[in-house]
C-alpha cells in the first residue's frame, strides 16, 4: 500500500482544514487506517483511527471533538477532518495503515510522507 496525504496548510486559531490519504493498493478496504501527529522536537502522537468499514473510531485525547475521521473505501482515500484548530495542533500530519485500531504508532506498517498544518494564534 502506498499513501498520498494532503491537504495541509497555514490557517488561523479557529479555523478548519480536512486532510486527504489517497492510498493505492486493492487492499485498502481491508486496512484499519490512522492518522498521527509529529511537532517539532515531540513523539509522534496518535490522532485518529478508523476501521476498514468506518463504522468504528478512536481519537486521541486532546481531540475532544474537533476531529471526524472518515474513509471512502470506492476512493481509497481517509479524510480527517479538523475544525476549531489550535496553535497546539501545528504539526505534521501522517497517515498509515494497521491491522487494528492501535494507539500506538509502532503498529502501522505503511506511512504516507506527511502534510503539515500550521496554525497561527
Known amino acids: 500500500v502506498q499513501l498520498q496525504a494532503s491537504g495541509g496548510g497555514l490557517v488561523q486559531a479557529g479555523d478548519s482544514l480536512r486532510l486527504s490519504c489517497a492510498a493505492s493498493?486493492?487492499?485498502?478496504?481491508?486496512?484499519?487506517m490512522g492518522w498521527f501527529r509529529q511537532a517539532p522536537g515531540k513523539e509522534r502522537e496518535f490522532v485518529a483511527a478508523?476501521?476498514?468499514?468506518?463504522?468504528?473510531?478512536d481519537y486521541g485525547d486532546f481531540v475532544k471533538g474537533r476531529f471526524t475521521i472518515s474513509r471512502d473505501n470506492a476512493k481509497n482515500t481517509v479524510f480527517l477532518q479538523m475544525n476549531s484548530l489550535k496553535p497546539e495542533d501545528t504539526a505534521v500530519y501522517y497517515c498509515?495503515?494497521?491491522?487494528?485500531?492501535?494507539?500506538?504508532?509502532?503498529?502501522?506498517?505503511?506511512w504516507g510522507q506527511g502534510t503539515q498544518v500550521t496554525v497561527s494564534s
Open positions: 493498493g486493492r487492499t485498502f478496504s481491508r486496512c484499519i
Open positions: 498509515a495503515t494497521s491491522d487494528g485500531l492501535y494507539t500506538d504508532y509502532t503498529r502501522y506498517r505503511y
Open positions: 478508523v476501521s476498514w468499514n468506518g463504522i468504528n473510531t
